[in-house]
């Protein structure tokens, strides 16, 4: 699935959901990629069952073009917010993200654009990326999951190693001069002592930090 709708972790296909109930604005996700620079243990891309049966896992990534046109099927005013998630990373494909967040805001400037990221990405391209989004993306909600290095790394199992805690919440900080809304997560399963510590850092670094249940 391109794009699609998301439910208390049930996902539908944005064509069966817009033909079930055309009227109601719905969230769209767009799936670009199933690759990822963490293997996070907790990630349902880990388990091969998972990967062979999900509707997320795609067999072939997408070009911008084709994603486009999925998007031209339908009117804009259709849509709460565009996220930009899927069962991958998706700065992993950072060129065809901002060349279709791009062709969103062309149709409709007010559309808010999400993205949904590990936030390594700086790590991945080697130079900041923040800047690229300004304009386009108006959330960015990062994947905190813990408040030390030492647990972010058994957790997310990030292939950047040790330095990946630290380039993560730099480029939250980044992000906060070019995107109006920055955001960072936990889920509520990790615990009180442990939600207290990412809240006193998000506190620090003047971010939102978000507890959400896990699905
Ligand atoms: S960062 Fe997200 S997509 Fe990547 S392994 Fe972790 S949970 Fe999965």
């Known amino acids: 699935m391109l794009l699609y709708t998301a439910n208390n972790g049930d996902y539908e296909n944005l064509a069966d959901r817009m033909q079930r109930e055309p009227l109601r604005k719905t969230n769209v996700y767009v799936n670009l990629t199933n690759q990822c620079t963490c293997a996070c243990t907790f990630c349902l891309r880990n388990t091969k069952e998972m990967r062979e049966s999900n509707s997320l896992w795609l067999k072939r990534e997408p070009s911008a ?12 005013k259709n849509f709460k917010e565009i996220i930009f998630c899927g069962f991958g990373e ?16 062309q149709r409709n400037k ?4 999400r993205i949904n990221t590990n936030g390594l990405c ?16 108006d959330t960015v909600s990062i994947s905190l999951n ?8 058994r957790l997310t199992r990030s292939k950047f190693g040790i330095q990946s805690f630290d380039a993560m919440l730099a480029f939250a900080v980044s992000c906060k001069k070019y995107v109006p809304h920055v955001v960072l997560t936990v889920v509520d399963c990790i615990g009180e002592t442990e939600i207290i510590a990412c809240q006193s850092l998000a506190d620090k670094l003047g971010l939102t930090l978000r507890v959400r249940s896990f699905e």
């Open 65 to 76: 073009q084709e994603v486009i046109a999925e998007f031209a099927k339908y009117d804009m």
């Open 122 to 137: 700086d790590l991945q391209a080697g130079k900041e990326i923040a800047p690229l989004f300004q304009g386009l993306i």
């Open 110 to 113: 007010n559309i808010s654009l």
């Open 90 to 105: 998706p700065t992993m494909r950072l060129d065809i993200l901002i060349e279709i967040a791009s062709y969103l805001k």
């Open 146 to 153: 813990a408040s030390t290095a030492a647990e972010y790394l």
